[in-house]
């Protein structure tokens, strides 16, 4: 790159203002992928959290489900009582420009599925574990999805600034070395070739006053 531009102080300022830009874009890069890391980490926590829960949630729930068969049966007509769900609403918000999807629960379980007269303690429980392990999963699939998106974000954004750092960066700083090197030998050449002429001048004057 270097070579290939003119060393001329026109170029020279418009090297340094690309080099100024492509050091600012680093620094936003930069933020932005420390911001993206800060909450991916922070959504691992939470998922990890929920899925300890899920697995405490689902025991629990196979646990009454258990005890409620024993008590009363296999429960597959109570359980074809309880209507199918299709209350999950998704839409999205941006972090740092990452498309984040976020997932809107709106179901509401009816409070006594399959009746009162038909059904114990045992299997109300296990229904609303159940449906406590639903939420969750619902929160658990939501935060993983996330977790996707922000990763794939954060691969781009270091793509992006290992590019600015490691290539862009280092070949405007070598050319505007070059070219700040040759102008300064112009320079030198310059100021030795006017210290020529000017001797020239100082010798050729003396000379010109004894003949006058």
């Known amino acids: 790159m270097a070579e290939r531009i003119v060393a001329t102080k026109s170029n020279l300022l418009r090297l340094k203002r690309t080099l100024a830009l492509a050091q600012n874009g680093y620094e936003l890069l930069d933020r932005k992928r420390n911001i993206l890391i800060r909450e ?41 009582s309880v209507p199918l769900d299709d209350s999950l609403r998704l839409s999205g918000r941006s972090v740092m420009g990452v498309e984040i999807p976020s997932v809107r629960d709106e179901y509401v379980p009816p409070s006594a599925p399959g009746g009162f007269h038909r059904t114990d303690v045992n299997l109300d429980v296990a229904y609303l574990k159940f449906n406590e392990a639903r939420q969750l999963t619902v929160q658990l699939a939501e935060l993983e999805s996330g977790v996707f998106r922000l990763a794939e974000g954060i691969r781009k954004t270091q793509k992006r600034a290992n590019a600015l750092k490691n290539i862009m960066i280092p070949r405007y700083t070598e050319a505007i070395a070059v070219i700040t090197e040759a102008l300064s030998e112009k320079e030198r050449e310059e100021f ?14 003396p000379k010109e006053e004894n003949g006058g």
């Open 40 to 80: 991916t980490l922070g959504m691992i926590d939470r998922a990890q959290d929920i899925q300890m829960r899920i697995r405490q949630t689902y025991q629990e729930a196979y646990d009454a489900l258990r005890r409620s068969n024993i008590l009363l049966g296999i429960v597959d007509e109570i359980a074809a």
């Open 192 to 205: 030795a070739r006017q210290k020529v002429i000017k001797k020239q001048l100082e010798t050729r004057n």
